[in-house]
């Protein structure tokens, strides 16, 4: 795909844009006011940068408006990251936000013998690609069920045993009757960009790089 002029930044939508926004406005990027409204339904963003405009998207979007060149820079998971492996997305920053961690999860009264006893299981996640690396890793056929939310109801209503999943406090597993029982992936929010973009406007994507690693710096974060 070709890449437009005008330089295009994919943020997620949800908490991480909350975190991530200290960061955008310390590069200099200041939004249009249409962007905090939150009765607006638009997805596209002036900035005070001329070339310069936002695209809000969900959190797995964005990678894939970054790796098939619809945005040029973007923030993403490294979950997300991990799940679909990108070959055009670069990632130069960890920008140390947006904080959990991928676990694998079963209903409390599962037992350990329970659960290392089978050799092919059923998984209900959104991330059936590294489930199923985590599984094979450890001998295991897994039967991954796709699901995009709600995931805590899979074992209560039959769908599967286990689940793999995001999780931050454990709050949601332990009120479902859930208990973590592994982490998959530690996960955190990367400043990534278009390999495409970075080779054809090298000065312009370089800048912006810099400009968020001062950022990162100035607000305290971790690289």
């Known amino acids: 795909m070709q890449l437009s002029d005008k330089l295009v930044l994919a943020l997620p939508k949800g908490r991480i844009l909350g975190e991530v926004m200290p960061l955008v406005r310390g590069a200099g990027i200041e939004p249009e006011a249409a962007f905090d409204d939150p009765k607006s339904r638009q997805l596209e963003f002036k900035t005070n940068i001329e070339n310069l405009t936002i695209i809000r998207v969900r959190a797995f979007d964005a990678a894939t408006f970054v790796a098939f060149g619809a945005a040029h820079i973007g923030v993403v998971g490294n979950d997300v990251l991990q799940e679909f492996g990108y070959s055009d997305i670069y990632s130069p920053i960890d920008l140390g936000i947006g904080y959990c961690r991928l676990s694998l999860a079963v209903p409390n009264e ?34 991954c069920i796709k699901l995009n939310g709600a995931m805590e109801l899979a074992p209560s209503l039959g769908l599967s045993e286990r689940i793999v999943d995001l999780v931050s406090t454990g709050g949601t597993l332990k009120a479902n009757g859930l208990k973590e029982v592994e982490v998959l992936t530690e996960i955190t929010s990367r400043l990534v960009v278009s ?25 305290g974060g971790t690289k």
């Open 195 to 219: 390999r495409p973009a970075f080779k054809t406007r090298p000065r312009e994507v370089t800048y912006w790089i810099e400009r968020f690693r001062e950022a990162l710096g100035n607000v």
């Open 110 to 143: 599962l037992s350990d013998e329970d659960m290392n006893t089978s050799s092919h299981i059923r998984v209900a996640t959104k991330y059936p690609n590294l489930t199923r690396e985590y599984f094979a890793r450890r001998g295991v056929q897994a039967e």
